[in-house]
């Protein structure tokens, strides 16, 4: 790192030497220790200052005496970042100053900003919510990326529309057609940073603090997390074989919207049954509430062909559908999109334009040519196809080594499955030596909302993500995990 000295300020007839030492010893202590600072030649520096050669002289010599600065023939005046041992803890500063008011927002985000998950490094089994991504065609990814950039379209490289690329809309609303059932128009579409920044936009426009909203339990914690932050009470409705309790959930008139992922339920992984599916649209209609459907995997569907979405029966308008591209092509892109209503159009527009204004440009550009030409939906195929052989390593390995104690049960879609345990203790007991032995496995309880009504056998269980690593790693996990639980 070249030190810069620009806005360094001297006032004449008060030591411009000892004036110059100061400053640069401050940029020196502010400079993170990771970094190695290059400081200009004693001439450049004079230069840059409008000073005399020999005031910065004087002030190199004054910061070498005192350790801050070294040099050496040919190769420059250097100096180490001393930030961290120069800097006092902030926590104890924050800690020491005075107690200020909070706003309600910060007081809802408290609960949450300490509360993340582990997403350090490559993909281990088994971790949740992870796609095949070794997988993905780097190649023609960046193949498609250089031809944006060589022609680099003037039309593009301005603000756009707070909607997203129209050309990608198109291609989204075609494919929703084609793949799902889900008859849209560009129009109604969204792109979004995913799935996540989907969701919370939908709560930030149609909920108002105080507002009941019905969830699924156990249920996705970063969507129960937006939604709380956005001011909403939680209604929890417990789980069965078919979903989410739409008898339950009849019971809650007064809720104004409802979240539920009907395609594959996270973390439990049921499918929403027709006749549920039918029953939550008929609830919203009939209470003038809001659902927001979160199709987060439904492209992974392993034995017959996947129900029809929500948003697809919906004859009301009252779904938000949410997709994303995270688990198809990989989840540091942060590409998503809505399905919106039409008459909330104009509304969530306006609103995603006063926040980051619109998505970036290049990367909208690229999906939809990767999309354009075939890509993507061959790529779908081949995740398919690989999700599934490592679902089958996994149910394979499982069998003889925990299949008599811990059945697994059957995995028919989705990039995860859910085991029930007896108890909350066996659910402590398994995790904690699952992570001693370098393997990650969520607790079941983790994702249940405290206080709310569950399933019984929701209470405790065992969440595996089984696509984000190949099928050597996940046999030699379950070995590790024979070995750790025996």
Not at 392 to 406: E, S, V
Not at 439 to 460: D, K, T
Request: charged fraction near 20%.
């Amino acid at each position: 790192m070249h030190l810069d000295p620009a806005g360094i300020v001297l006032e004449g007839g008060k030591g411009l030497a000892k004036q110059l030492c100061l400053a640069l010893r401050q940029r020196i202590l502010a400079t993170p220790d990771t970094y190695r600072i290059k400081l200009p030649t004693s001439r450049n520096l004079a230069l840059a200052l409008n000073l005399s050669r020999n005031t910065v002289v004087r002030a190199y010599e004054q910061l070498y005496a005192e350790g801050y600065i070294s040099s050496r023939v040919g190769d420059g005046t250097y100096a180490g970042g001393l930030a961290t041992a120069a800097t006092p803890d902030l926590a104890a500063t924050a800690a020491a100053e005075p107690a200020t008011q909070q706003s309600s927002m910060q007081q809802r985000l408290s609960g949450y900003g300490v509360r993340q998950r582990r997403f350090d490094g490559p993909a281990r089994a088994f971790r949740l919510g992870v796609p095949a991504y070794d997988l993905f065609p780097s190649a023609i990814w960046a193949r498609l990326q250089g031809n944006f950039w060589r022609h680099a379209p003037l039309a593009q490289m301005g603000y756009g529309e707070a909607a997203g690329n129209l050309r990608l809309r198109e291609l989204i609303a075609a494919y929703l057609r084609q793949a799902r059932g889900l008859v849209c128009e560009p129009s109604q579409i969204m792109i979004t940073a995913g799935a996540q920044h989907g969701i919370a936009m939908c709560a930030q426009l149609l909920l108002d603090v105080g507002d009941k909203v019905a969830i699924e339990n156990p249920c996705y914690p970063s969507a129960a997390a937006a939604l709380t932050v956005a001011g909403a009470q939680l209604v929890g409705i417990a789980l069965d074989h078919d979903g989410m309790d739409t008898g339950q959930l009849a019971q809650h008139t007064d809720c104004r919207m409802a979240y539920v992922t009907p395609s594959h339920q996270y973390p439990v992984g049921v499918t929403l049954s027709l006749a549920r599916r039918l029953e939550l649209l008929a609830w919203a209609e009939r209470h003038d509430s809001w659902i927001i459907e979160d199709d987060y995997d439904g492209e992974y569907r392993y034995d017959g062909t996947p129900l029809a979405p929500l948003a697809a029966l919906d004859h009301s308008a009252r779904v938000l559908y949410v997709g994303t591209f995270s688990k198809i092509a990989f989840p540091g892109l942060r590409l998503g999109y809505l399905v919106l209503p039409p008459k909330l159009v104009p509304a969530l527009s306006a609103l995603r334009a006063m926040g980051d204004r619109h998505p970036p440009a290049a990367d909208q550009a690229v999906m939809a040519e990767f999309i354009a030409a075939g890509h993507f939906q061959r790529h779908i195929r081949r995740m398919r196809r690989a999700s599934r052989s490592r679902r089958d390593a996994l149910m394979a390995t499982w069998m003889p080594l925990f299949g008599a104690r811990l059945p697994l049960p059957k995995v028919a879609a989705g990039l995860h499955l859910s085991l029930p345990l007896a108890s909350p203790q066996q659910e402590t007991e398994l995790v904690a030596k699952a992570i001693a032995a370098g393997v990650e496995i969520n607790p079941l309880s983790r994702f249940c909302l405290p206080g709310q009504p569950v399933s019984p056998q929701h209470r405790a269980g065992l969440a595996l993500g089984f696509a984000g690593v190949d099928e050597v790693a996940i046999r030699k996990a379950l070995l590790l995990l024979q070995q750790a639980w025996a």
